[in-house]
């Protein structure tokens, strides 16, 4: 079984720093694509914070492009979000978003982890 786990959330102030991870857990799959997107106090969708594909392109949703970076370790299976010059706008629930293949059936599912919040105080 997949799991998407997330780690790194907290309480920080403008202007400073965090980083998140998403570990994708179990065995017998192949990563499409992983990702983050965060839903804000209020929102009813959640936003595409940034994504990297297995090849290493990335994108990046335009409010965090030049502050979030997205980069990734292959051998562990982990994404990781660093997150510069927070705002109190980027106070979000972060969610790991992952497509991932399953090698004993072909199949391609989407998967989701817990979500970590980020809470950014001005």
């Known amino acids: 079984q997949v799991q998407l786990v997330e780690s790194g959330g907290g309480l920080v102030q403008a202007g400073g720093s965090l980083r998140l991870s998403c570990a994708a857990s179990g065995s017998g799959f192949s990563i499409n694509y992983m990702g983050w997107y965060r839903q804000g106090p209020g929102m009813q969708r959640r936003e595409l914070v940034a994504i990297i594909t297995s090849g290493g392109s990335t994108t990046t949703g335009g409010s965090v492009k030049g502050r979030f970076t997205i980069s990734r370790d292959n051998a562990k299976n982990t994404v990781y979000l660093q997150m510069n010059s927070l705002k109190p706008e980027d106070t979000a629930v972060y969610y790991c978003?992952?497509?991932?293949?399953?090698?004993?059936?072909?199949?391609?599912?989407?998967?989701w982890g817990q979500g970590t919040q980020v809470t950014v105080s001005s």
């Open positions: 978003h992952g497509r991932l293949l399953t090698r004993a059936t072909m199949k391609t599912d989407e998967y």
